[in-house]
């Protein structure tokens, strides 16, 4: 495999797991483009709080089976960051899962052997588009600055992919469109699909594959540390805090702020509430201002000032009060819908097409796991692509979908029980 590794490798999907594959290839010698449909400044204001490790140890032991560390987001910046920016808070590492009573006091403290680093995705994708391409025009990350023998790289964003023909021997014509609709190709040795649960390049490839609504959704948002009271923060901690009730559960932990700042007092307080609704309700509270209905998510800004003040009202009633606190004084709140989808396969094509990442199979957000999923791919093909190659495709193939199958079912086992279930913590 060594010997015949793609020049032009194609990426769709610019987001976290599309650079975690970038980086590897680029730094291998081949010359990358990435096909992104979100403009950069859209993309990277996703204002979402995100784990770099996986935080259930059902997660972490099936990362740890495949002859990793447990860690592979950890592992991915060890070998492959060259800024040196600090991309997580790791306050929260030596401390606990907390769980609240609905009295707002402390239930249980339980220490975990979980790394428990906590980042935003704006840092991890500042840190990431410095590694790859240098940045963007507001990007806050220094570049890191080429190497002798790292490929080109281009990053091509507000431009969506729309398919791939095969030309025969090793190319294919991967086409694509800018935003005013222009039709643009581009010939390439090797297309990877790092786009999403709702993946193009998945869905031409096998296209009976489904993302499936799991019955409820994630508000999710943050507010500045120095806004939150003494009394909340001092609860709150440097732990990941949980407060569960029946029906579901709302997390919090703290993340870095403005510029990926890890001041304190400067730092977000991110919350994640995930709370069960019926279709004719996920309708309404994803239907915008302009009347018009998303499908899976809701962006910052977008969501309707009656559906906000209705989550309120709900939040005043059944939240634990330091929750309640935070979720009253979330200024952005965006809403995402909890989806599942897994696929049987991630190479196509005679091994010129590959999928990665969320495409592969989008985890529950409960496991964590998603994020270090990427990283993981993005590491096996390394050992694939590498100039003495330690791993075939086809073995990097059964590591995917196998680890994807296992971790899905512990997401939505777990997502099931919290949600629909009799959680132990529940009030
Ligand atoms: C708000 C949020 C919070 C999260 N929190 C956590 C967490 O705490 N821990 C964790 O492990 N994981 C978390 N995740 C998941 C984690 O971010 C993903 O698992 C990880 O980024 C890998 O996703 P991905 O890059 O494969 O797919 P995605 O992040 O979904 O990116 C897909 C990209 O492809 C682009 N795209 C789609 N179709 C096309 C097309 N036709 N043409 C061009 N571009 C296209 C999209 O615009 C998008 O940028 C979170 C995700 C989000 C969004």
């Given at each position: 495999?060594?010997e015949?590794?793609p020049?032009?490798?194609v990426i769709?999907?610019?987001s976290l797991?599309?650079?975690f594959i970038?980086?590897?290839?680029?730094?291998l010698?081949?010359?990358?483009?990435?096909l992104?449909?979100t403009s950069?400044?859209?993309?990277?204001?996703?204002?979402?709080?995100?784990?770099?490790?996986?935080?259930l140890?059902?997660?972490?032991?099936s990362?740890k089976?495949?002859?990793t560390s447990?860690?592979?987001v950890?592992d991915?910046?060890?070998?492959?960051d060259?800024?040196?920016?600090?991309?997580?808070?790791?306050r929260?590492?030596?401390?606990s899962f907390?769980f609240?009573k609905r009295d707002?006091?402390?239930?249980?403290?339980l220490?975990t052997?979980?790394l428990?680093?906590?980042c935003?995705?704006d840092?991890?994708?500042?840190?990431?588009?410095?590694?790859?391409?240098?940045?963007?025009?507001?990007?806050?990350?220094?570049?890191?600055?080429?190497?002798e023998?790292?490929?080109?790289?281009?990053y091509?964003?507000?431009?969506?992919?729309?398919?791939v023909?095969d030309?025969g021997?090793d190319?294919i014509?991967?086409?694509?469109e800018?935003?005013d609709?222009?039709k643009?190709?581009?010939?390439?040795?090797l297309?990877?699909g790092?786009?999403?649960?709702?993946s193009?390049?998945r869905?031409l490839?096998l296209?009976?594959?489904?993302r499936?609504?799991a019955?409820y959704?994630a508000?999710?948002?943050?507010?500045k540390e120095?806004?939150?009271?003494?009394?909340?923060?001092?609860?709150?901690?440097?732990?990941?805090t949980?407060?569960?009730?029946?029906?579901?559960?709302i997390?919090h932990?703290?993340?870095?702020?403005?510029?990926g700042?890890?001041k304190?007092g400067?730092?977000?307080?991110n919350i994640?509430w995930?709370?069960n609704?019926?279709?004719s309700?996920l309708q309404r509270?994803?239907?915008?201002?302009?009347?018009?209905?998303?499908?899976f998510s809701?962006?910052?800004g977008?969501?309707?000032?009656?559906v906000?003040e209705?989550q309120r009202?709900?939040?005043e009633?059944i939240?634990?009060?330091?929750?309640n606190e935070?979720?009253?004084?979330?200024?952005?709140?965006?809403?995402?819908?909890?989806?599942d989808?897994?696929?049987?396969?991630?190479?196509?094509?005679?091994?010129?097409?590959?999928?990665?990442?969320d495409a592969?199979?989008?985890?529950?957000p409960?496991?964590?796991?998603g994020l270090?999923?990427?990283?993981?791919?993005?590491l096996f093909l390394?050992s694939?692509?590498?100039?003495d190659a330690?791993?075939s495709?086809?073995?990097?193939?059964?590591?995917v979908?196998?680890?994807?199958t296992t971790a899905?079912?512990?997401?939505?086992?777990f997502?099931?029980?919290?949600?629909?279930?009799?959680?132990?913590?529940a009030e």
């Amino acid at each position: 495999m060594g010997e015949q590794t793609p020049k032009q490798v194609v990426i769709v999907g610019g987001s976290l797991g599309g650079l975690f594959i970038g980086i590897v290839f680029t730094r291998l010698g081949h010359n990358v483009t990435i096909l992104e449909r979100t403009s950069a400044d859209v993309l990277r204001d996703q204002g979402a709080g995100i784990s770099v490790s996986p935080c259930l140890t059902a997660i972490y032991e099936s990362i740890k089976a495949l002859g990793t560390s447990g860690a592979p987001v950890i592992d991915f910046f060890t070998e492959y960051d060259r800024t040196g920016f600090p991309y997580y808070d790791g306050r929260c590492k030596d401390k606990s899962f907390r769980f609240l009573k609905r009295d707002g006091s402390v239930k249980q403290d339980l220490k975990t052997p979980l790394l428990l680093g906590t980042c935003s995705w704006d840092l991890l994708y500042n840190v990431l588009r410095a590694n790859f391409d240098g940045g963007y025009e507001m990007g806050y990350v220094p570049a890191a600055g080429k190497r002798e023998g790292d490929g080109e790289t281009r990053y091509l964003d507000g431009v969506r992919f729309t398919g791939v023909r095969d030309l025969g021997d090793d190319l294919i014509r991967i086409e694509y469109e800018g935003l005013d609709g222009e039709k643009k190709t581009l010939d390439a040795n090797l297309l990877i699909g790092a786009d999403g649960p709702s993946s193009t390049v998945r869905k031409l490839m096998l296209p009976k594959s489904e993302r499936k609504w799991a019955g409820y959704v994630a508000w999710r948002g943050n507010v500045k540390e120095s806004e939150i009271s003494r009394e909340t923060l001092d609860i709150m901690g440097e732990n990941v805090t949980f407060f569960y009730l029946k029906g579901g559960h709302i997390l919090h932990y703290k993340i870095p702020g403005y510029h990926g700042t890890l001041k304190e007092g400067d730092r977000m307080c991110n919350i994640v509430w995930y709370h069960n609704v019926d279709e004719s309700g996920l309708q309404r509270i994803l239907t915008d201002s302009c009347g018009q209905l998303h499908k899976f998510s809701l962006g910052a800004g977008m969501i309707r000032p009656q559906v906000r003040e209705e989550q309120r009202k709900i939040s005043e009633a059944i939240l634990t009060k330091p929750m309640n606190e935070i979720f009253q004084k979330m200024e952005q709140p965006f809403i995402q819908a909890v989806t599942d989808n897994l696929t049987t396969k991630a190479v196509f094509m005679g091994g010129k097409v590959l999928i990665v990442g969320d495409a592969v199979a989008g985890l529950r957000p409960h496991t964590t796991g998603g994020l270090s999923q990427g990283a993981m791919h993005a590491l096996f093909l390394k050992s694939v692509f590498e100039k003495d190659a330690t791993m075939s495709l086809e073995e990097w193939e059964r590591r995917v979908i196998g680890f994807a199958t296992t971790a899905s079912k512990i997401g939505v086992d777990f997502g099931t029980l919290s949600q629909f279930g009799d959680h132990p913590q529940a009030e």
